[in-house]
Every structure is written in structure tokens, then in C-alpha cells.
């Protein structure tokens, strides 16, 4: 008995803070939403704004039509945006001042596609539509691809990325099934890289290759690098 004294004030507390939560989360969500906010993850944005997010999605007639937050459902908003082709992922609550908040983190294009069609590659070797004023500058890929390679390819650009000589250097990668050629900006002549495969090995014969041509006082001219073999670089005037 003595015990259950003891600890009545603490349950007593504990329900009325239960109570007050319960009934001012309820009271909150009866309020008005005030306002809308739309930003994005990087700060910036290559594909979309506040604007045309707003009037794609009527995200206005709809917070006039259900202006109170117990009545829109955020779930169906947040699948409305991810339907967008430039969405990667959107994030949507609201704060204490009844203010609705979107965060919208857009894909990032690594790679243009130029095949049958011309699209974009992000990091998770997902495709989306290109830009008609395309204002990126990236590396082209072309040869026999579809959606199967798209990872593959991710990969191995990802691979020769790790260098800054060819992150800087590329311009194009040609694909063939587990085979790939690369063209760099600074030299004419195509790179046979081959597979993914021994990136250390050959990108150290790759530079050994561009020092001593960048000292050919004899200004040679190759058409093809060959990387394959093991021990030696195999080239084409």
C-alpha cells in the first residue's frame, strides 16, 4: 500500500502527459495549414522547381480543397512527386507553425545515354529522360546497350573514376557485353580497356603511354591504345 503511494503521483503524471500529447497533436492536426515549402536536398536544382512542382502536382487547389491536416494525406503527395522521371526521393512533413514542408532530392545524371535513344544514367544505373536544352556535359556512352548492362556500365565508371586523370580525361565509353573502349579528351586516339577489370594495372601503363607522348618530339600519331595484355601496350598508327 505504502508503495503504491509512493508511486501514484508518477502514474498520475505519466496519464497526464499522455493526455496533453493525445489532445494537442489532435488539436494540431485540426489547425490550418498556413503555408507550403518546397526545397531541395542539394540546394539546388537541375530538373525542377518550386513552381512547376507546385502547379504539376496542384499542390495549391489541393490545400484549399483540404486545408486541414488531418485531412490530406501526405503518403498520396509524397507518391504523386516520386512518379516525376527527375525524382529520386521526397520527403514531406510539417512543422509547429502548421507550415507543409517538401523535400525533394532530384537524381544526378553521371552518364548520357546515345543509343536508340538518348537518355540519362544515375549512380543506381537507373535511366531518365534528357533534357531538351541538355546543359550538362558528360561522359557519352554508346555501343549495344539496353537495360541489363545499364549497372555494369555504372560500374565501371565508377571504377575509372577513381582517377582524376580519367574523370577529367573522358569524353565517351564504348560498350560492347564486357568489353569497353574509352575516348579522352586530350589525345585522338581510342583506348581498348577491355573488362572491368585490373583498373590499377592499366591505367598505370595508360599514363606511362600519355607521358611519353606528351614528350614525343616526333609528334607520333596512334589510332587505337590496346590495355588488354598484360605486360605490355599494344598500339595502332
Request: a positive charge.
Amino acid at each position: 500500500m505504502n508503495l503504491f503511494k509512493k508511486i501514484l503521483p508518477f502514474i498520475s503524471i505519466l496519464i497526464l502527459i499522455i493526455y496533453l500529447t493525445f489532445f494537442s497533436n489532435k488539436r494540431n492536426l485540426n489547425r490550418n495549414i498556413e503555408s507550403l515549402n518546397i526545397s531541395f536536398y542539394n540546394e539546388r536544382s537541375n530538373f525542377l522547381n518550386e513552381n512547376n512542382i507546385i502547379e504539376k502536382f496542384n499542390l495549391n487547389d489541393l490545400i484549399k480543397k483540404k486545408n486541414k491536416k488531418n485531412k490530406i494525406c501526405l503518403d498520396s503527395i509524397e507518391s504523386l512527386i516520386m512518379k516525376n522521371d527527375y525524382v529520386n526521393d521526397v520527403t514531406l512533413y510539417y512543422t509547429f507553425d502548421s507550415k507543409l514542408n517538401i523535400e525533394i532530392n532530384e537524381k544526378i545524371p553521371l552518364l548520357e545515354v546515345q543509343s536508340n535513344q538518348k537518355y540519362y544514367l544515375d549512380e543506381s544505373g537507373k535511366s531518365f529522360p534528357i533534357l531538351k536544352n541538355n546543359p550538362f556535359k558528360l561522359p557519352v556512352v554508346k555501343g549495344e546497350i539496353n537495360e541489363d548492362n545499364f549497372l555494369d556500365i555504372i560500374k565501371f565508371y565508377q571504377t575509372i573514376s577513381k582517377s582524376d586523370f580519367l574523370k577529367n580525361e573522358l569524353i565517351e565509353i564504348f560498350y560492347n557485353p564486357n568489353d569497353y573502349k574509352i575516348r579522352l579528351k586530350s589525345y585522338d586516339f581510342i583506348v581498348e580497356w577491355g573488362q572491368n577489370k585490373s583498373f590499377n594495372r592499366k591505367l598505370k601503363k595508360l599514363l606511362v603511354f600519355c607521358n611519353y607522348l606528351n614528350n614525343d618530339k616526333k609528334q607520333s600519331v596512334y589510332r587505337n591504345v590496346n590495355l588488354k595484355f598484360k605486360n605490355q601496350v599494344v598500339t595502332t598508327s
